[in-house]
């Protein structure tokens, strides 16, 4: 096939084709516009040491999180985790009118098109999306980079504005996005057959999945409590600082995925309790669609828990500061002064709980395209129930009982993961002993050289360590948030249950 | 004695116009075969009758009382106690066992789980497919879900069942025995059937035969039982 017939065919569709390209696109803009942030940031340069400057901060930018080497790392990492829930939300995008979609597959197949030619054409349409999406990403940063480079009075950026990335990382992020956003639907198509006569998809397990998710969860937190204190005390001879970096990341990512997949096995085992004991239809029915699709609760919950695991992780973080805080306070107050520490820490983690707001918000609009697309998927059937009398209203609840039931339990499982992480990562707050002198008498008679050293007594304060406290607050607070909006998006998605359920739809293709 | 009477119902779909004027009557235990060619306003007369769908003129009368008017939720009751619906295809919820859908009506009625579960069975085994009660829809052929679907339609023992094109996705010989059995028992019980269908083979197993065309009663009042051959109809 020419390679123009071949795009032809890749973007002809109908209008729920049309919606999906441009959701595509759209979050492929978002990811564009999150990856070259990133760069931005990483791109910074850091300043020779000065007498005026020995710790190398960028003084041109007001903000902090840019000005500190040490913390720019940092803020590029919270804006490539931003990317994780906007990809999220490209790949429910990508099942939108998924049956649509395989009907005109299945006619090109009809019309002598090969397995493979049909692969490369649902590819192609993704790929094309996710570039015209990158690139509009890429014109919007661009355009940002310009409008928002405002000096303030002391002539410093509150944004990155003065430096662009490497021009071949921009050109990654225009090659990458597009290419994952392909290789992504040819990985979701692998268990796809499509056939002239219609599109059929492989079986699933009859098995429901194991219960081996805790067993990654179990690996990652003991790479967090066991090996990370290991590598740290090695840590301050040098060369084994990569080492303890990677076992973090690879910790958190093992836990994680731990914590995603475990949806499944919490979908499929209260899909079989309610299965067992279910004596209203609704709960029936949301038992049936549990059991039947166990992954479907992964699929759509695996950014909200990410978001909500880094949150509860943040909120550890947060304790963790407060207790150091406290231990400097109550340290300072023996020296007859009072002081806390760096409130620059405890204000940043509020810029990271914006980040996982944002990050909840954006897997939230996933969540509500996964369920309008299974309403709408399902609305002959629903169409049929309706018409036998069954209440719309049975209906709804059995939507509401199929996302509540998985989400309330890996919400629990994600919010105590992600504290346990921290709190193995941070451990406890711990000052070392410390020695000061206070010289206790007037201003006057301390100021003197002469009568200072015999108003001046020398304070001597131990070592002290405090046990963080759990932020039950934060976490049951962020919990409640990730659960409103799994009901928010419920909500709306069951808008769309009225026109699904219309008997029209009884004679829809 | 009439139990489901149609008066004049008109319904467009937009500008295009489905019935113009439909009068019917349905006798309790009779057998209606509402037929004609593709587009006449066949299914759309169906779910007028049965509550699916609202006239835009004209009225629906149910034992005495105005079916048309009643409210969504008191309508949609209707379905699930005093009728039975039976579509084509695309009924049965796939996630559920063959058991679990047919058992979904009586759970909705209020009927205990074991009850409601040993009720199923009862009727999978009149429709000869009790071996399939814990098997989902995705793994039975078109003819033994079918058989599920019907089976579901009359497990609340309904006044009136109605068929829209009810073996039109089977084969002859499979069409042919969902039919025979649904037929057989509905008369057993009484129970009124209207059945929509283009083919008069089809038809002729109801007591008459109604010939829509263009949206208005063509013919009716045929007596199809007159040439009937067996009881099993």
């Known amino acids: ?509 | 004695m009439s139990q489901l009477q149609a008066r004049d119902l008109v319904r467009s779909y937009g500008r295009t116009p489905a019935l113009r004027g439909v009068t019917l009557d349905v006798d309790e235990g009779e057998i209606v075969a509402v037929t004609g060619p593709s587009g006449c306003g066949k299914s759309t007369l169906l779910h007028c009758l049965a509550g699916i769908l609202r006239p835009d003129a004209g009225e629906v009368i149910w034992r005495g009382e105005r079916l048309d008017t009643r409210s969504e939720a008191a309508r949609s009751r209707l379905r699930r106690t005093e009728f039975g619906v039976l579509f084509q295809f695309g009924q049965l919820v796939a996630e559920l066992t063959a058991a679990e859908n047919v058992a979904l009506p009586l759970l909705l009625a209020g009927t205990g789980r074991r009850a409601a579960r040993e009720a199923a069975l009862t009727w999978l085994e009149r429709f000869g497919v009790a071996e399939l009660a814990d098997v989902r829809p995705g793994e039975m052929s078109g003819g033994q879900q079918q058989r599920c679907a019907t089976a579901r339609s009359l497990v609340t023992e309904p006044r009136v069942l109605f068929a829209d094109e009810p073996t039109g996705a089977l084969d002859t010989l499979t069409g042919e025995q969902v039919l025979t059995t649904m037929v057989r028992l509905a008369r057993e019980r009484r129970t009124s059937v209207v059945l929509v269908t283009h083919e008069p083979r089809i038809a002729a197993y109801a007591d008459r035969e109604v010939t829509i065309r263009d949206g208005a009663v063509e013919h009716s009042g045929f007596d199809l039982s007159a040439l009937s051959t067996g009881g099993d109809r």
């Open chain 1, 1 to 509: 096939m020419r390679p123009w017939a071949l795009l032809r065919l890749a973007l002809a569709g109908t209008r729920t084709d049309t919606v999906r390209v441009l959701l595509t696109a759209f979050s492929a803009a978002l990811a564009a516009l999150a990856a070259c942030a990133a760069l931005t940031v990483l791109a910074i340069p850091t300043p020779m040491a000065t007498p005026g400057n020995m710790v190398r901060w960028s003084e041109q930018y007001s903000n902090a999180l840019l000005r500190e080497p040490g913390l720019r790392g940092g803020t590029a990492f919270a804006l490539v985790l931003l990317m994780i829930p906007v990809l999220a939300l490209a790949g429910q995008c990508a099942r939108l009118g998924a049956p649509a979609r395989d009907r005109r597959l299945a006619a090109l197949r009809l019309a002598g098109a090969t397995p493979g030619q049909v692969t490369w054409l649902a590819m192609l349409e993704t790929g094309v999306a996710g570039l015209l999406g990158t690139l509009g990403g890429l014109a919007l940063y661009l355009a940002g980079h310009e409008l928002l480079h405002r000096p303030d009075e002391r002539g410093q950026l509150a944004l990155p504005t003065d430096v662009l990335p490497h021009a071949g990382a921009l050109a990654a992020v225009v090659i990458g996005l597009p290419l994952i956003a392909g290789l992504a639907t040819a990985l979701m198509l692998r268990r796809v057959i499509t056939t002239p006569l219609g599109v059929t998809r492989r079986a699933a397990r009859e098995r429901g999945p194991g219960p081996w998710a805790g067993v990654l969860i179990v690996a990652g937190v003991a790479a967090f409590i066991v090996g990370w204190p290991v590598l740290l005390r090695r840590t301050v001879d040098g060369p084994y600082v990569g080492y303890a970096l990677l076992l973090i990341a690879a910790g958190g990512l093992v836990a994680l995925l731990g914590v995603v997949t475990g949806t499944g096995w919490i979908s499929h085992t209260t899909g079989r309790l309610l299965r067992r004991y279910a004596r209203h239809p609704a709960a029936l029915l949301a038992a049936g669609r549990l059991t039947a699709d166990p992954w479907a609760g992964s699929r759509t919950f695996a950014a909200l828990l990410a978001a909500v695991t880094f949150g509860a992780g943040a909120a550890g973080l947060r304790a963790h500061f407060v207790a150091q805080d406290q231990l400097t306070r109550r340290q300072s107050r023996l020296a007859g002064d009072e002081w806390g520490a760096n409130p620059f820490y405890l204000s940043t983690m509020s810029l990271v709980d914006l980040a996982v707001a944002v990050a909840v918000v954006i897997a939230a609009a996933g969540l509500l395209v996964a369920v309008v697309e299974g309403v709408v998927a399902r609305r002959r059937t629903y169409a049929a129930l309706t018409a036998t009398g069954v209440p719309r209203t049975t209906l709804a609840w059995s939507l509401v009982w199929q996302a509540v039931l998985p989400a309330v339990p890996a919400i629990l499982l994600a919010l105590t993961v992600g504290a346990v992480l921290s709190r193995a990562f941070f451990g406890d707050a711990e000052r070392g002993p410390s020695t000061s002198s206070v010289c206790e008498a007037a201003v006057q008679l301390c100021a003197d050289p002469a009568t200072r050293d015999q108003y001046t007594r020398i304070t001597e304060s131990p070592a002290v360590r405090a046990v963080p406290d759990v932020p039950l607050e934060h976490l049951a607070l962020l919990g409640g948030g990730a659960l409103a909006a799994v009901l928010a998006t419920v909500a709306v998605g069951l808008l769309f249950l009225r026109s699904s359920t219309a008997v029209e739809e009884l004679r829809a293709t």
